[in-house]
């Protein structure tokens, strides 16, 4: 059991005025709490608009639609993690697919959460599964193999091409 196990906080009421939006304040807040105790970084990440400051009129653009709620920083794991906040028995729509899909292009991790749990578990999951990925590099690199796919010109540059006894081929001012 860890310190974690139980997050009194989870269920406390949001704290402030204005409108009250249940996923934000059941699931969004404490994730950014957990985030916090843990000394991860962790953005939110505001879609739709906002009035300005200094000018009452002007109003500001935030994120564009369906861009996910949440941008954690996970140093430990050596990503970044894009979280998007659900109530149970909700879906991701359409526009947040898409988001999904070009966060998984970039190489980022993403995680779908409905509870501070959840998100916990599937944060721990990842820890470790880039853990290990990095084990597997360095053993990878100590027997002499590489990670990095090579172009067939390189191989044959190397002389490892297709033909096993291919050489590399002299430059032409070497060749009279």
Known sequence: MTRFDRLPWAREQRKGGGFKNRETSEVMEPIREYCRRLHLRCERNPV???KGV???DAWLRLHTRGYWDLTVYFPEAGCIVMVECKMPGEGLEP????WGK???ACGLEMIVATSVHEFAAELEYIRRRREKE???D???IKRGESRVPQSEAMRTLQGVGPDPGARPVAPRSAVR
């Open 134 to 136: 990095r084990i597997d």
């Open 54 to 56: 200094k000018s009452p």
């Open 102 to 104: 070009v966060y998984r």
């Open 48 to 50: 739709g608009m906002a």
């Open 95 to 98: 526009d947040q697919v898409e």
């Open 138 to 140: 360095v053993h990878a």
